[in-house]
């Protein structure tokens, strides 16, 4: 069991090193970094912080424009939230919230900003989410979430889900929450990758009409994917907390 979840750690330490085409790379003390998906990333958090600052600049008790939507976009994820979670939900609406709209940003921009104009040393620039180390990271992070929400509303006992209903079902209990991350990384890094390269492909054979459609397609099922990994996200920190399956 020691070994299955050993390996299970390896192979996902494994996926980092998944490359797809050309990557730029920053040397950072001793590590060895991708540097565009590090300037995507930071573009994506500067249009949200830019966002949200001009749109609590001056509130009104009675909303209007952008304060008004980014009430709707927080009562949305409330909701999501409150769905998944159950009455507990409002310490973890920002960390749901974060990842909903960073996920959503990050896969609009690899189809609304011209990321291929900016030249790079080697490779190119795309939506961060394009990278199976962002997806990676995303998921990890969740998977800390929801360790960290069991912890803190059960104590030790949490561990004492691993053996319900029987003792039998030990190593797959255990081997359930290594494989979260890795399904929640590769479907939406999976789903990104794919919608980049048809388009890509259609520009390429029929420059003109046919990409456009699957253009605003792509934009649709990226808009998804946010959504799926947000309520995925919350799904499992409302199952650590309630200690169902």
């Known amino acids: 069991m020691l070994s299955c979840s050993i390996n299970t750690l390896k192979g996902l330490y494994d996926i980092s090193g998944v490359e797809v085409g050309q990557h730029f790379y920053w040397q950072i003390g001793g590590f060895q970094v991708h540097g565009q998906v590090l300037i995507t990333s930071w ?6 912080l830019g966002s949200a600052t001009i749109a609590v600049r001056n509130p009104q008790t009675i909303p209007t424009g952008s304060q ?3 009430e709707y976009v927080l009562e949305f994820i409330r909701d ?5 979670i159950g009455e507990e939900y409002g310490p973890w609406v920002p960390f749901i919230g974060t990842m909903f709209l960073f996920i ?3 896969n609009w921009s690899g189809a609304l900003l011209p990321w291929k104009i900016i030249q790079l040393p080697h490779g190119e620039l795309a939506a961060p989410t394009n990278d199976i180390n962002t997806t990676v990271a995303l998921a990890l992070l969740t998977s800390v979430a929801y360790f960290y929400a069991g912890l803190t509303k059960k104590g030790l006992s949490y561990f004492g889900k691993y053996i319900q209903p029987t003792p039998i079902l030990l190593p797959i209990n255990i081997l359930e929450d290594f494989t979260k991350p890795l399904s929640l990384s590769f479907r939406l890094f999976g789903n990104i990758l794919a919608d980049e390269l048809v388009v890509v492909v259609l520009v390429s054979l029929v420059p003109s009409v046919v990409p456009i459609p699957v253009m605003f397609l792509g934009l649709f099922t990226s808009g998804i994917q946010a959504l799926i990994f947000a309520t995925l996200a919350a799904a ?3 199952e650590s907390m309630e200690g169902h399956h």
């Open 43 to 48: 573009v994506v958090i500067a249009i949200l």
């Open 68 to 70: 008004n939507f980014f």
């Open 80 to 84: 999501v939230s409150k769905t998944q």
């Open 104 to 106: 959503f940003v990050s």
């Open 236 to 238: 499992y920190i409302g």
